[in-house]
């Protein structure tokens, strides 16, 4: 017998106003043990899901489940998750060990419980021996270390995190990324994290959740997500994007061939099956752009003239025109050298060609 879902969102639909609704329709299920993030621009709908799940916002309609328990109107304090925001909320005239024992202290915990579960807490993320500091006297990274252990200390069978990495430098952001995706793993406890950074979502995630416009775009693991995008938002917003407008010109359920500039016709994959005449947007991923001999005869083959070389530690970006358009290309470093100036020829591999009405 399958087991329940963890979380479930059952038609959950949220409006602030009475006539916008900031989330729409919401079916959302999650499981226990997943690493799950919602991602989307500002507005898109993913912090205020989060705020639903947690307790501080109500739905406007629908229902959210706790293992087939209805908690859409159950308190904050009630529902037990652990909760890590953005600016930590760090009591500062608290030691360290104080902050993490906060949620014992305020379900009545002994003394002795406390102190074992501070302790074993701060062990997960290797700040015993800063216990009896405070707040002011940690650096970023280990006041967002301490905002989690609070957050795990009282055992919560589920930890949702809203933008936690968000004020560090991008070294200590990445390094933390991987600290937070080891303790979840070696913890197995469910999380939820809300995030407007896809990089971040694709480093840490099981799968994500793309929001735009109060719905769910896509929901899938990260790879499946970046290689294969089910509408032009995704595969625009996720991750990087070399795209080209054209007209269908013929079609069937698998491919689409379309017409762009000066004659040039691409064959690609008929992502959202248009039809002959319809406008599509054809996306490929820059990495997935080869360059090719001059005398390389296509299909899906143009040249290009390149405008930039941008180097970037392990690979090397070439910024290409043609035409009107610009595309982007990704080589290793170990490719040819190519400078600006040069003309190039590229080759947009149909498999990895992407076409959306």
Partial sequence: MATAP??????VQKTYDGQHLVVRDLHLTIEAGEFISLLGPSGSGKTTTLMMLAGFETPTAGRILLRERDITHTPPHKRHFGMVFQDYALFPHMTVADNVAYPLTVRGLPRVQREEKVRRALDMVQLAALAERYPAQLSGGQRQ?????????????????DEPLGALDKQLREHMQLELKAL??????????????????????????????????????VERLYETPVNRFVATFVGDSTTLGGSVIGSDESWAQ?????????R???????????????????????????????PNALTAQVDDVIYFGDHVRLRCRWGQHELTVKRPLAAAAVQPGQTVRLYLPEPYLRCYR
């Fill in 6 to 11: 963890l979380v479930t969102f059952d038609g």
């Fill in 145 to 161: 270390r301490v905002a989690l252990a609070r957050a795990l200390v009282f055992d919560p069978q589920l930890v949702l995190m």
């Fill in 184 to 221: 979840h793993r070696r913890l197995g406890v469910t999380f939820v994290y809300v995030t407007h950074d896809q990089s971040e979502a694709l480093t840490m995630s099981d799968r994500v959740a793309v929001f735009s416009d109060g719905v769910i775009q896509q929901i899938d693991p």
């Fill in 258 to 266: 379309v017409s762009v500039d000066d004659g040039l016709v691409l």
């Fill in 268 to 298: 690609g994959l008929n992502v959202n099956a248009a039809g002959p005449g319809t406008a599509v947007l054809c996306c490929i991923r820059p990495e997935r752009i080869e360059v090719v001999p001059e005398d390389h005869p296509g």
